[in-house]
């Protein structure tokens, strides 16, 4: 047990088995020698931020003995397994300053102009809908698609969140269009929802589809390529292991919640 004082003593022995006397009894600290473990990071010093394709965390370090903390993701609601859900090794820190560390692709930027629906005209507003002062509102009665001409590369995977503001019936697709229709689950209900569209010959536009039924408001939208280097999008949960000189781990915090778009 690290820090429990042991007595050790030893003797030689010959091939023979002639045995000399013991040697003069030796006390030891198991530990004593090794670097001080680390303390447990504070959780009101760890700030999770997420956004198009990464998460970022800033972190203070205040223990002089942390050098390095290890850095985990696990999808919220899902059991956190330290051996699939570590973000490659150790990353090294400075004890007495705040550190950014960065999950995934941090380079990402939406296409979409007018995102959060401020403007009128940006949108192309088909039947039943309109666009302006911070949403896209749909009445029920006839299908209809709000859309945004962009340009896109066949093959590449594009990424679109979009947020349900209100919503008493129906749904909404993500679609890309202007060639062979792509399209993503339909979603309904209140809140985020994901999905990633491959772009397809002559596909120019995105848009959301809603059913003849869909009475809701869209609040907000993103829309980007997606990289090999972005993250999974949705709800996600960090954890962080401070690392010592010696690699010994101290206590886990977290888990800390982010949403990745």
Same mark, same amino acid.
């Given at each position: 047990?690290?820090?429990q004082?042991?007595?050790?003593?030893?003797?030689?022995?010959?091939?023979? $088995?002639?045995?000399?006397?013991? #040697?003069?009894?030796?006390?030891?600290?198991?530990?004593?020698?090794?670097?001080?473990?680390?303390?447990?990071?504070?959780?009101?010093?760890?700030?999770? %931020?997420?956004?198009?394709?990464?998460?970022?965390?800033?972190?203070?370090?205040?223990?002089?003995?942390?050098?390095?903390?290890? /850095?985990?993701?696990?999808?919220?609601?899902?059991?956190?397994?330290?051996?699939?859900?570590?973000? $490659?090794?150790?990353?090294?820190v400075?004890?007495?300053?705040?550190?950014?560390?960065?999950?995934?692709?941090?380079?990402?930027?939406?296409?979409?102009?007018?995102?959060?629906?401020?403007?009128?005209?940006?949108?192309?507003?088909? %039947?039943?809908?309109?666009?302006?002062?911070?949403?896209?509102?749909?009445?029920?009665?006839?299908?209809?698609?709000? %859309?945004?001409?962009?340009? /896109?590369s066949?093959g590449?995977?594009?990424?679109?969140?979009?947020?349900?503001g209100?919503?008493?019936?129906?749904?909404?697709?993500?679609?890309?269009?202007?060639?062979?229709?792509?399209?993503?689950?339909?979603?309904?209900?209140?809140?985020?929802?994901?999905?990633e569209? !491959?772009?397809?010959?002559? #596909?120019?536009?995105v848009?959301?589809?809603?059913?003849?039924?869909?009475?809701?408001?869209v609040?907000?939208?993103?829309?980007?390529?997606?990289?090999?280097?972005?993250?999974?999008?949705?709800?996600?949960?960090?954890?962080? !292991?401070?690392? #010592?000189?010696? #690699?010994?781990?101290g206590?886990?915090? $977290?888990?800390?919640?982010?949403?990745?778009?």
């Amino acid at each position: 047990t690290l820090g429990q004082e042991v007595q050790l003593r030893a003797k030689a022995v010959a091939f023979d $088995g002639d045995q000399s006397p013991y #040697n003069t009894t030796l006390t030891h600290v198991i530990g004593a020698s090794a670097a001080p473990v680390p303390a447990a990071l504070d959780p009101e010093g760890i700030v999770a %931020s997420g956004g198009l394709g990464h998460a970022t965390l800033a972190v203070a370090v205040s223990d002089p003995a942390t050098v390095a903390v290890q /850095l985990y993701r696990t999808a919220a609601g899902a059991a956190f397994d330290p051996e699939t859900d570590a973000l $490659g090794p150790p990353r090294a820190v400075t004890p007495g300053a705040t550190v950014t560390l960065v999950d995934g692709d941090a380079t990402r930027m939406s296409l979409l102009a007018d995102g959060g629906f401020d403007e009128f005209g940006i949108w192309t507003a088909g %039947s039943g809908w309109t666009v302006g002062g911070g949403q896209a509102s749909h009445t029920p009665g006839s299908a209809g698609v709000i %859309s945004q001409e962009l340009t /896109l590369s066949p093959g590449s995977t594009y990424r679109i969140a979009f947020q349900i503001g209100s919503a008493t019936a129906g749904t909404l697709t993500p679609e890309l269009a202007g060639g062979s229709l792509q399209q993503g689950a339909a979603a309904s209900g209140t809140g985020w929802h994901f999905a990633e569209l !491959v772009a397809a010959p002559g #596909n120019d536009r995105v848009r959301l589809a809603a059913s003849a039924g869909f009475d809701g408001t869209v609040t907000a939208a993103v829309f980007y390529l997606r990289t090999a280097a972005c993250t999974p999008a949705g709800p996600a949960e960090y954890r962080l !292991v401070p690392r #010592n000189v010696d #690699n010994a781990s101290g206590p886990t915090a $977290g888990p800390i919640s982010t949403l990745i778009f």
